[in-house]
Nanobody, 117 residues
Framework: QVQLVESGGGLVQAGGSLRLSCAASGVGFRIRLSAMGWYRQAPGKQRELVADIHSNGRINYAESVAGRCTISRDNAKSTLYLQMNSLKPEDTAVYYC?????????WGQGTQVTVSS
């Protein structure tokens, strides 16, 4: 059974940084075939893509975070990362990790990121 567990969220002042991690289990070597991404959902808004990274290394960023965030993955550790810098209050949301491309879509439980002004 595939499970995704996010960590690294918290409260930070505007201009600060956070590094989110997502540990995947139950995937094994197949993780190399998957796409993984970070999504976020703010109160009253729809869930949106923040960044994703595909099995071939292709990376996409939302315009709102491009230049401030870096997504990376370590397949050997089955872990996905999101380094977020120059955080803004509008980055406040629950951040979710997702794994796709293996026949089903898998989601973590989310980690709260709150940016104070």
């Amino acid at each position: 059974q595939v499970q995704l567990v996010e960590s690294g969220g918290g409260l930070v002042q505007a201009g600060g940084s956070l590094r989110l991690s997502c540990a995947a289990s139950g995937v094994g070597f197949r993780i190399r075939l998957s796409a993984m991404g970070w999504y976020r959902q703010a109160p009253g808004k729809q869930r949106e893509l923040v960044a994703d990274i595909h099995s071939n290394g292709r990376i996409n960023y939302a315009e709102s975070v491009a230049g401030r965030c870096t997504i990376s993955r370590d397949n050997a550790k089955s872990t996905l990362y999101l380094q977020m810098n120059s955080l803004k209050p509008e980055d406040t949301a629950v951040y979710y990790c997702a794994l796709t491309g293996l026949g089903s879509d898998y989601w973590g439980q989310g980690t709260q990121v709150t940016v104070s002004s």
